[in-house]
């Protein structure tokens, strides 16, 4: 009886979770638009026009593409994890829950990129997303480990899954160290993304 209950239990806590998951992407919506130019902050004398506001603050609008890239990609992500499962219990909430912080982190880390130096900000852009990879790595290892998977889920989709999981985190730490060097090869590494998945994928 307890354990039906605990059954229970477990897919209701899922569906909150998912809920609770879609609030907080709203959120970061809310803010990136926060981000865009406020008119008080336009150096135009007489009327401000909208289009001279944007261009004056180009690199604001920067930085809400960058982080609307960052939200639509994390959401799609998260809800593909939470799909493929079956329920969950208060250790795989907290993994969830901070991964959701460390995205949060990064969109902190991406608003003030311009007003800070730009090793530092790579770096911190690197970091953020090494942790939010390693706690979507952790949620899904800790998931598969206590039955929290839903059984209908086929062999590919669980390899394409442990994929998306791990190679990040994989992938972010490589570029940490090259945020402090060259601009131009931190970008580039994100690249090696695509040889990691292809290894994971013939070693699975």
Same mark, same amino acid.
């Given at each position: ?5 605990e /059954? ?7 569906k909150r979770?998912m809920?609770m998951?879609d %609030? #907080?992407?709203?959120l970061?919506?809310?803010l990136?638009? +926060? !981000?865009?130019?406020?008119p008080?902050?336009?150096k135009?004398t ?6 001279d506001l944007f261009?004056e603050?180009?690199?604001n609008?920067?930085g809400v =593409?960058?982080?609307?890239?960052f939200? #639509? =990609?994390?959401?799609? @992500?998260?809800?593909?994890l939470l799909? +493929?499962?079956d329920r ?6 907290? /993994?969830?829950?901070v991964?959701?912080? /460390?995205?949060l982190?990064l969109?902190?880390v #991406? @608003?003030?990129s %311009?007003?800070?130096?730009? &090793?530092? &900000? ?5 970091l953020?997303?090494l ?8 949620? !899904?290892r800790?998931?598969c480990?206590?039955g =929290? #998977? ?5 062999p590919?989709?669980?390899?394409k ?7 990040e985190?994989?992938? &972010?730490? *490589?570029? =940490?160290?090259?945020?402090?060097f060259? &601009?131009l090869?931190w970008?580039?590494a !994100?690249l090696?993304y *695509?040889?990691?998945?292809g290894f994971m994928?013939? @070693?699975?």
């Amino acid at each position: 009886m307890s354990s039906n209950a605990e /059954f229970s239990s477990g897919k209701i806590s899922l569906k909150r979770l998912m809920s609770m998951t879609d %609030v #907080v992407y709203a959120l970061g919506m809310v803010l990136i638009i +926060h !981000w865009l130019p406020a008119p008080s902050e336009s150096k135009a004398t007489g009327g401000v026009w909208l289009l001279d506001l944007f261009l004056e603050h180009s690199e604001n609008l920067v930085g809400v =593409l960058i982080g609307l890239v960052f939200i #639509v =990609l994390y959401w799609i @992500r998260s809800n593909h994890l939470l799909n +493929h499962l079956d329920r969950t219990n208060g250790i795989h909430i907290t /993994f969830s829950i901070v991964q959701i912080f /460390f995205i949060l982190m990064l969109l902190y880390v #991406v @608003r003030v990129s %311009v007003e800070i130096e730009p &090793a530092s &900000a790579r770096a911190g852009e690197s970091l953020t997303l090494l942790l939010t990879g390693l706690c979507a790595s952790a949620g !899904w290892r800790y998931a598969c480990k206590h039955g =929290l #998977v839903n059984p209908s889920i086929t062999p590919e989709q669980m390899k394409k899954t442990y994929i998306e999981a791990h190679a990040e985190p994989v992938v &972010a730490l *490589i570029t =940490l160290p090259l945020a402090f060097f060259d &601009a131009l090869a931190w970008n580039l590494a !994100w690249l090696v993304y *695509i040889p990691i998945a292809g290894f994971m994928r013939s @070693r699975l």
